[in-house]
Each structure stands twice: as C-alpha cells, then as structure tokens.
C-alpha cells in the first residue's frame, strides 16, 4: 500500500512515527497522524486544514486530543453511552486519577517506548486502510495528504471527535477538499 503513498502522505506517516517518538508512545495513534497531517505545508491537505481554521486553532485540537487521552481514548460516542445508562465519564476519570495519578486512563499503562521504532496502533492501521478506500473511492491512484485528512475524519474515536468539534467532518473537509462538486451531489464517505 505505500507504494501508493504520495510525497506528503509519506511525509505524514514518518512526522507521525517522530511525534510519537518525542512523546515516548508505544505506538504511533490516529492523533500523531493528525498532528503530522497538521505540520505538513503545501499540498491539497494543508489548504484545506488552513481554510476549516484548523492550523489557526492547533492548541485547540491538541488541548481536545490530550481531554480525549486523558479519558482513556474514550470518544463522545462512549461517554454519551455511558451518560445514556447513569454513569458520568468525568467523574469516574477523576475519581479514577485521584486514586492512581493523573493520566491513569491514557491507555499505555505507563509503559515507555522500546528501543526502535514505535509500531502502529489498530486505530493507526485502521486509518490507513481507510485512506486507501476512500482513494479508491474517488477513482485516484494515489493516495495523498487528502485522503488521510478524510479517513481521519471518517475513522470513529476520539480523533474524529476533536476534528468534528473543530468543525472538520467529512462533509466539510471534502468541500474544502474538492469545493461543491467534491461529492459529485452525494456524499461518498468510505465505508
């Protein structure tokens, strides 16, 4: 599938392998993607991360993606679940981080990197993959910055959360993508 990868989506995938690195992480997540996506300058991705404000905003995107850590990766989805049934998420993690420290819920378990390179999560690969389909999906041969932009926006979890809270969703990030007709009249949002 990398031999499919444009020069930018490249250049995402290894500032998202060195954002992961400087962080100590274990695996590379859907947030070191973005936060590689949103290093990127030039190319069809970076315009359209500069016209939905989200480069303007990257202290916003990065405080709502440490909350979404913080709370053990769980997206709205979840808590919205959890709220559904009686159970306050916020106050079970701060309940939780009184006992055990703050972070308790960021899901590496304290672990640090090993020597090498850190691996890619399953939400990563999901990413990737997705990436891939929706490539496929609007006939290209490539894929591009603006595909991973799209699959992380179309990839449930907290990543897509923050970007949709951002006001970056498919719909949106494919308009500024590919302008009015960038749908063809429908949106075409790979499954």
């Keep these: 599938m990398f031999e499919r990868f444009t020069k930018d989506a490249r250049a995402t995938v290894t500032g998202a392998v060195e954002h992961a690195g400087r962080a100590g992480a274990a695996t590379v997540t859907g947030e070191h993607l973005l936060l590689a996506l949103l290093d990127q300058e030039g190319g069809r991705a970076a315009f359209a991360l500069t016209a939905l404000g989200l480069v303007d905003r990257r202290g916003s995107v990065e405080a709502a993606l ?7 990766g769980m997206s709205r989805a979840d808590a919205d679940a959890l709220a559904d049934i009686g159970i306050d998420l916020t106050a079970v993690v701060s309940r939780i981080e009184e006992a055990h420290g703050e972070g308790a819920l960021r899901g590496d378990g304290g672990r640090k990197r090993r020597a ?20 496929l999906g609007r006939g290209d041969r490539f894929i591009g910055g603006e595909h991973l932009l799209l699959a ?3 990839t449930p979890g907290p990543v897509a959360d923050a970007l949709a809270d951002h006001g970056a969703t498919y719909a ?12 063809d009249g429908q949106e075409r949002k790979a499954g």
Aim: aromatic share 4%; charged share 35%.
């Design 66 to 72: 440490a909350e979404a850590r913080r709370r053990g």
């Design 116 to 135: 090498g390179r850190p691996s890619f999560s399953r939400e990563a690969k999901k990413v990737l993959e997705k990436s891939l389909r929706v490539a």
């Design 152 to 154: 992380l926006t179309a």
């Design 172 to 183: 949106s990030a494919e308009r500024a993508l590919y302008g009015n007709g960038g749908a």
